[in-house]
């Protein structure tokens, strides 16, 4: 298929950081988004504090927003969380789910994160499904099982482009500074749209995005955006300052 059927997502995770005096540089990503619209799609996960403030902020520019996670039910008794729905009513067009912070900090399971991507389909959001693993499991060998498990276990079974994005976040490569190298990520990216393919078939594979996270950087984001079968990244730390960020989105074009 041709290389430009999947346009490029770059998504910032902004994870627990945030204030509402970090709103001008949300602001300055939407400024500068008119230039970037054509060649690349943008989103920004702000903690759920600055959800609807963001939203207003981007409504009509096409700066897409959402929340970092989901409960998979709509509403009820559960003190603290946030339904897709909520997500929906407070702006948002999309939800993480599954994040290696989640499922390490909260115990998720791959059916939690399967009840939360179809949660998020039933708000009508783009879920963005993670997954990845840890330095210990590629070390001996078993990441791409590890993956493949995952994937089996987390994407619903109606999962296709556009409202299903699948995010690959090596969990020893976030915050550490660390990547792997491009041939790795092409490996498993490959990987990864193989398996895609044989549940879902050629079609859905074909039109799946998906991303690369973990450590992506002003400086590195060229390599790893031009590697094959890397639609996008999901970018945690340098997507809290507007000009790294959107270096990275003017790399993706
Ligand atoms: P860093 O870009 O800070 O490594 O975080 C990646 C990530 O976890 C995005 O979801």
């Not at 792997?180 to 990987?191: L, N, R």
């Amino acid at each position: 298929m041709a290389k430009n059927a999947r346009k490029k997502l770059i998504a910032g995770n902004w994870k627990m950081n945030g204030l509402a005096a970090s709103a001008p540089e949300f602001v300055r990503v939407v400024g500068a988004y008119q230039g970037l619209k054509d060649s690349v799609d943008v989103m920004v996960f702000p903690p759920f504090t600055l959800l609807t403030s963001f939203g207003t902020a981007s409504r009509g520019v096409g700066v897409l927003v959402g929340g970092q996670d989901c409960h998979a039910k709509a509403s009820g008794a559960h003190t603290g969380d946030v339904s897709a729905e909520m997500i929906a009513d407070a702006g948002g067009q999309a939800v993480i789910v599954g994040h290696s912070e989640r499922r390490t900090d909260h115990g998720e399971t791959d059916a939690d994160v399967r009840a939360k991507a179809e949660a998020a389909r039933r708000a009508g959001l783009v879920a963005v499904i993670c997954v990845g693993e840890t330095k210990e499991q590629r070390e001996s060998g078993e990441a791409k099982a590890v993956v493949s498990r995952q994937l089996a276990g987390s994407l619903p079974d109606d999962a296709a482009a556009p409202h299903v994005v699948v995010a690959y976040e090596p969990v020893w490569a976030i915050g550490t500074g660390l990547t792997p190298t491009a041939e790795e990520i092409a490996e498993m990216h490959g990987f990864i749209r193989s398996e895609i393919v044989g549940r879902f078939g050629a079609d859905a594979g074909a039109k799946m995005r998906i991303l690369y996270g973990g450590s992506v950087k002003p400086d590195n984001a060229k390599e790893i955006l031009a590697t094959a079968d890397v639609d996008g990244a999901l970018v945690g730390g340098a997507s809290l300052k507007a000009d790294d960020f959107l270096a990275i989105a003017r790399a993706a074009g």
